[in-house]
């Protein structure tokens, strides 16, 4: 018997979906048949390069501001959502960054908070605004991409992000344990090294060591992440929630 993917009718929102991991992620929801509404911060130059690159699969798919460490910023992009589509079926929690790298004693109070306020508040927020949603419609899918970080401590002067990422991963586990029982199943993604400009320019990080050290004998691409987010996002794994899966290479 064959299984194929479909989310035709399905309404996706995806935050930080201008490169990397979200780009590929809404590209790929977009080829599944999804309408897609995504976030982008700084570039929207970047932003237009993932609408042109989604556009060949005919899904709606707009590009929209927003800054997830404001609140008026994520309520602003619910009622847009809400306005042009009418429910949200999908929400793709990517934002996030490690601000900047630090070694642990040097990492000042601001830059934890600033880091709490992207990678943890930004999926608390966005969860907050699209949950009640969800909730009416007593059926929702929500993906938060965490980190190997989360299991590793980090490299390169990270322990603040993959603190981060340890929390969203509790959270994920939180929220399907409370909501999971209307419908709504939450699950994260924890990616390992992956080609991105995020990870790749980490200072002083021997690459070609890390790809040597892969079990697979290479280091990942965002495409190796968005076939996850799909099947997450589909019917089809309507029996799996609370769950994080490492896509790592075996590392």
Sequence with gaps: MAYTISLAGKVAVVTGGSTGIGRA??????????????????????????VEQARPFGSKVK????????????EALKAQVLDEFGKVDILVNNAGAAIRRAP??????????????LNVMGVVRCCQAFLPVMLQQKRGRIIN???LAAATGGIGNSVHYASMKG?????????????????????????????????????????????????VRR??????????????????????????YHIDGGR
Excluded at 104 to 117: A, D, K, P
């Design 104 to 117: 642990f004693l040097e990492g000042e109070e601001e830059l934890w908070e600033q880091s709490f306020q």
């Design 63 to 74: 590009a929209v501001r927003c800054d997830v460490t404001k609140r008026e910023d994520v």
């Design 167 to 215: 929390a969203v991963n509790t959270l994920t586990i939180g929220l399907a344990n409370e909501f999971s029982p209307h419908g709504i199943t939450v699950n994260a993604i924890a990616p390992g090294l992956i080609d991105t400009p995020f990870q790749v320019k980490t200072p002083g990080h021997d690459f070609e060591k890390a790809r040597r050290s892969t079990p």
């Design 25 to 50: 992620s809404v590209v790929a929801l977009a080829e599944a048949g999804a309408d897609v509404i995504f976030t982008y911060l700084a570039s929207p130059e970047a932003a237009a390069e993932t």
């Design 145 to 147: 991409i965490s980190s």
């Design 219 to 244: 280091i990942g691409v965002p495409e190796d992440i968005a076939p996850m987010v799909v099947y997450l996002a589909s019917d089809q794994a309507s029996f799996i929630t609370g769950e994080i």
